[in-house]
């Protein structure tokens, strides 16, 4: 059984870390909760025993009752270890090797997965020498789940609230993954791209990048190094992701070319231009009374240039048709060489562009296979699983 150290810092979100630790348990996981002295004010250490079945640590000098370095030996039998919420106090010790209670020194002697999820006023999170903290622990492995933004306790509104539950309960089942993608590397491109007519107008298309950077994020997750290459989206890059911003076509195929030769695993998740306009116009095009038209030349497929260079990769490439979708998404499949290629019905309720969900279909050499709707995360890790099978 896999064992997840849960420790809380004093904030008001500590109630959160109730209904963690009782997910945590539904998972099947081991959970041992580790508490400062002032998160007691807020959740009893009892309550949280009353769910786990162990002792809630709070003090190191517990050891005295049992004669082992307690700290010590759960450093060693954890798998993972959350804190959440993390005060800012908490955070300036642990990035600064301050071990001075049973949470601190717990979490400097454990050589796990750490996670940190932050709980503090917006003008502490946004501090400099918070921020500062925040990226040592980062350089030094430590994962961190992003603060939300809202109103806080302290009456103030803006980025600083606990993360969800459910974002929390994800993060620690993510590094309790099995690391299947170690030493492997993985391309893969998301968004659309930006084909200029001008110098403010372009042509252009829906995707939000959304299910490429899940899987960005999800292969980084699984232990590959990962290189994504991104047409324009409003999304953060993803931690640790080799990310490339590219605007056209043209652009995206350049980059993947120069990445293709030495990766294992790559995904085409872009929703990439199949036109771009023959000539971009220096200057901004002036309307007249008449009609226009803009001719337009093909782009390079980049998923079929892949298939037909391929050698030791595996390709995964995605199809969205609006009718004879299975007919249609085949014939993609074999017309590309793919491995693997995962066809997005657009007019599915919970599939699509803008949600966080999807629905789609796997399709192999050997068949096809109808998923249920999924969060684009979950989907993320079932596409890379069947890419590593093919
Ligand atoms: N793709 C690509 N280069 C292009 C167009 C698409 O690499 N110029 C890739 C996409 O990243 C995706 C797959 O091809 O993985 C399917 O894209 P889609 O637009 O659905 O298919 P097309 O081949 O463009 O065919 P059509 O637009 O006629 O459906």
């Not at 009353?50 to 060693?76: C, G, M, P, W």
């Not at 454990?110 to 940190?116: A, G, M, P, S, T």
């Not at 020498?129 to 009456?155: D, H, M, R, S, W």
């Not at 085949?330 to 997005?344: E, I, R, S």
Request: aromatic residues 6%.
């Amino acid at each position: 059984m896999k064992t997840v150290i849960v420790g809380i810092s004093s904030s008001v979100a500590a109630f959160k870390s109730v209904q963690l630790v009782s997910d945590l348990l539904k998972e099947g996981l081991d959970v041992e909760v580790i508490e400062t002295k002032n998160a007691t004010e807020f959740v009893t250490p009892l309550q949280f025993s009353s769910l786990t079945k162990h002792k809630t640590y709070v003090n190191t000098f517990d050891r005295v009752e049992n004669y082992d370095v307690e700290h010590i030996s759960l450093a060693k039998k954890a798998d993972v270890f959350i804190v959440a919420p993390a005060t800012a106090n908490v955070i300036a010790k642990l990035a600064n090797g301050i071990a001075e209670d049973m949470l601190t020194t717990t979490f400097l002697a454990c050589d796990c997965e750490k996670i940190i999820a932050p709980a503090m006023n917006t003008k502490m999170y946004e501090n400099p020498i918070t921020q500062e903290n925040i990226e040592k622990l980062k350089k030094y492995g430590v994962k961190f789940v992003e603060p939300a933004t809202g109103l806080l306790a302290c009456g103030d509104e803006g980025k600083g609230k606990l993360a969800s539950v459910d974002d929390l309960k994800e993060a620690v089942l993510s590094s309790l993954r099995e690391k299947k993608l170690a030493g492997r590397k993985v391309l893969i491109t998301a968004g659309p791209t930006m084909e200029a007519i001008d110098p403010v107008r372009f042509i252009s298309n829906h995707s939000s990048g959304k299910q490429g950077y899940a899987l960005a994020k999800a292969a980084k997750n699984l232990g590959a190094e990962v290189t994504l290459v991104s047409g324009p989206v409003s999304i953060k890059e993803p931690y640790g992701v080799n990310t490339i911003k590219v605007k056209s076509a043209l652009e995206m195929f350049e980059e993947v070319k120069k990445h293709f030769d030495e990766v294992d695993y790559v995904v085409m998740s872009a929703a990439v231009a199949d036109y771009r306009p023959k000539n971009v116009a220096s200057q901004k095009l002036k309307k007249s009374d008449d009609d226009m038209s803009i001719e337009l030349v093909r782009n390079p497929d980049i998923l079929k240039y892949l298939g037909e260079h391929k050698t030791k990769q595996k390709i995964c490439g995605f199809a969205m048709e609006t009718e004879n979708q299975l007919e249609n998404a085949t014939k993609k499949f074999f017309g590309k060489n793919c491995d693997l290629l995962v066809l997005n019905d657009l007019f599915e309720k919970g599939a699509g562009f803008k949600g966080d969900t999807n629905v789609v279909t796997l399709i192999t050499k050997e068949n096809n296979e109808k998923l249920e709707m999924m969060s684009k995360e979950e989907l993320s890790y079932v596409i890379l699983n069947k890419l590593m099978e093919v």
